[in-house]
């Protein structure tokens, strides 16, 4: 798998890398408050198809507000896309300045950078928050 999706609502959503499950996946957008996108940064040949799916995610109506968090996953391999260059790539600067996204560095098998991940998106939804003034 070259990447996977999570939205987050009351209950995280996993719509997977599966060409079948991506093609349904806006029958479960709706109301979510943001988006974890885990890219396999190991695996360079395949991500022109993870930006094209990150992209038709983050222009999508229902998440077209939301912040991205993007977990640039196997970064204990050696050939590993590291974390801004991988923001490069997928044109991650192209967000309008208003849109709050960040890549996280991590190694999901040992947990590393995952919390540092979380805790940024937790902030992320804190100012969300207040700024439409809840």
Not at 17 to 32: C, D, E, K, N, P
Not at 58 to 77: C, R, T, W, Y
Not at 89 to 105: G, N
């Amino acid at each position: 798998m070259i990447f996977s999706c999570i939205v987050l609502y009351t209950q995280p959503t996993d719509i997977g890398g599966q060409r079948i499950i991506r093609a349904q996946r806006y029958h479960y957008l709706s109301g979510y408050k943001a988006l974890i996108f885990v890219v396999n940064s190991g695996d360079r040949d395949r991500i022109s198809e993870v930006k094209e799916e990150l992209w038709s995610l983050i222009s999508s109506e229902e998440l077209g507000h939301v912040p991205v968090l993007v977990f640039a996953n196997k970064q204990d391999m050696p050939r590993a896309i590291k974390p801004a260059a991988l923001a490069e790539v997928l044109d991650l600067h192209r967000l309008p300045a208003t849109r709050a996204w960040h890549v996280q560095p991590c190694t999901a098998v040992s947990g590393d950078g995952l919390f540092d991940g979380l805790e940024w998106l937790s902030s992320a939804l804190k100012a969300s928050r207040k700024a439409e003034g809840r």
